[in-house]
């Protein structure tokens, strides 16, 4: 960090979704206090300061106190708070923005990072993620603010001046979701459901929403935990999940369905215990809205995600949009076109009618709903979805560098142009984000550097499974990593 006339530059930069960072090491409680300062600066010269503005947090180590300091500082500034009473899904903070007309939303979570991790995500008046514009002026605005005295209201003085208000988020978003589908059907489909909220936010809603009928849910890993135990990190993902398909067999259960920490994304399990990828998912939940509810409208999909969208959009006659990876450029696209449903690799989901924002517990609900519907075996549903548009096998390695390794593959990736891969022809480049090889019959590849964590991120979506990973290891060796 340097120090030029007197003015520090801020250390806090937003990445794919909001600022996250190590706990302790510079994510702090004055490091958030500053972050609250831009957020309100913003607020207030976007004119919407006297909307206010909704607090939340997930499970992590002190999340709660985090909220806290950030609902002092909104007080400090004059502007009303309604701050979680408990750990909440991020989307379901987001429906309270749309409840209550608020200006937006905090969230303190850094959804499926490790446990040493905290963030701060903003929501905008829309309840989807800020774009890149409102990031940008927030982060300006923590840097005018850096290094400077941050104004706080204690929390027991602005609760009794009424400019904070505790409030429990749960009751009006779960009688929300029960207009959205028919949740006694799922009820009544006696189904066994393993639910994994990985000891974070979502906790207890999949089991109050269809449990108490013929269906059966089983829930593991419920209690909140911040060491999230017995897996690397809080996210839905294959290597986290062994204690999730020993479930799925114990209880002789069709599906497991997994929530990340903050809950806005989703993992599934079929009734083997094998993983559904995100890639399947997101094809099953358009083929869903499509197919069976008989829905139409455009669907928005990220670079990293399947192109099973894409040959939906052609059966269905539906337009298909691409953006960027993250959620500040598919909630304004979803906005835009008036998606059906807009989704990306990480497994978030999102759905018209409902927020332009990922939210796991109601894409598990309609995972559920599609089998309700056409019958319990998910692995045949899938069979049918591939009768559709074809077989398609993705996998994806995460790897972890240096900042220095970092550095030199972000210059290597504009040079990179192979003929082929894995024997597989390269009949074109797209670099809108990160570096995408696309192949023969729909098939892709892509190198990608994480905006939120030290990784770089190599993805491959094939049409023959035994090529997914000689891709994957071909596109690695253009790295030399």
């Given amino acids: 960090m340097s120090d030029v006339g007197g003015l520090k530059d801020s250390p806090i930069k937003f990445g794919t979704d909001g600022w996250r960072a190590i706990i302790a090491d510079e994510f702090t409680f004055a490091n958030v206090r500053y972050c609250a300062q831009g957020t309100a600066d913003y ?32 007080a400090a500034n004059e502007i009303k708070v309604r701050l979680a009473s408990a750990p909440a899904p991020t989307p379901v903070i987001g429906y309270e923005i749309v409840q ?22 903003v929501r905008t008046e829309y309840a989807s993620a800020a774009p890149p514009e409102v990031l940008s002026q927030i982060e300006a605005r923590i840097g005018e603010s850096y290094g400077k005295d941050v104004p ?19 009751p009006a978003y779960i009688e929300h979701l029960g207009r959205l589908l028919d949740l006694e059907a799922i009820r009544d489909a006696g189904l066994c ?15 109050e929403l269809v449990g108490g009928g013929k269906t059966q849910v089983r829930e593991i890993r419920g209690e909140h935990n911040p060491a999230f135990p017995g897996m690397h990190n809080p996210e839905p993902i294959p290597r986290n999940l062994e204690i999730t398909a020993a479930a799925v067999k114990d209880y002789d259960a069709q599906v497991a369905l997994v929530t990340d920490g903050d809950a806005d994304r989703i993992g599934i399990l079929d009734a083997n215990g094998d993983f559904v990828n995100q890639l399947q998912t997101f094809a099953l939940l358009a083929y869903y809205l499509l197919e069976v509810r008989g829905e139409r409208g455009p669907l928005v999909k990220s670079i990293t995600t399947t ?6 959009g052609e059966l269905y006659d539906v337009p298909v949009h691409e953006t960027p ?13 008036d998606a059906l449903i807009a989704g990306e690799e990480s497994g978030g989901f999102a759905f018209r009618g409902h927020l332009p924002e990922r939210d796991g517990v109601l894409s598990g609900l309609y995972i559920l709903d599609l089998m309700a519907r056409k019958g319990n075996d998910l692995a045949a549903i899938i069979d049918e979805l591939f009768g559709k548009v074809g077989a398609h096998y993705y996998d994806r390695d995460d790897i972890t560098m240096t900042a220095a390794e970092r550095d030199r593959i972000a210059q290597l990736l504009p040079t990179l142009e192979p003929k082929e891969i894995a024997g597989l022809p390269v009949s074109g480049y797209d670099r809108a984000d990160g570096l995408r090889f696309v192949l023969p019959d729909g098939a892709w590849a892509l190198i990608r550097l994480s905006g939120t964590e030290p990784l770089m991120r190599i993805y491959t979506e094939v049409r023959d499974e035994a090529l997914v990973r000689p891709v994957l290891d071909a596109v690695r060796g253009l790295t030399s990593v």
Avoid: C, W
């Fill in 100 to 121: 209550d007309e608020a200006a937006g939303s905090v969230v303190i979570t850094s959804s499926h990072n490790p446990a040493q991790y905290s963030g701060f995500k």
């Fill in 193 to 207: 459901v393993v639910v994994d909220p990985m000891h974070g936010a979502g906790a207890g809603y999949l089991s």
């Fill in 307 to 312: 192109s099973m969208v894409d040959r939906l």
């Fill in 325 to 337: 990876v993250g959620f500040k450029f598919l909630g304004p696209k979803m906005r835009e076109t």
């Fill in 152 to 170: 706080r209201l204690p929390l027991d003085v602005a609760l009794s001046r009424g400019l904070v208000q505790k409030f429990d988020p749960k």
């Fill in 43 to 74: 607020i207030k010269a976007a004119g919407l300061a006297s909307r206010g503005m909704i607090v939340g947090y997930d499970t992590r180590f002190q999340s709660e106190a985090f909220a806290a300091a950030v609902a002092e500082v909104f």
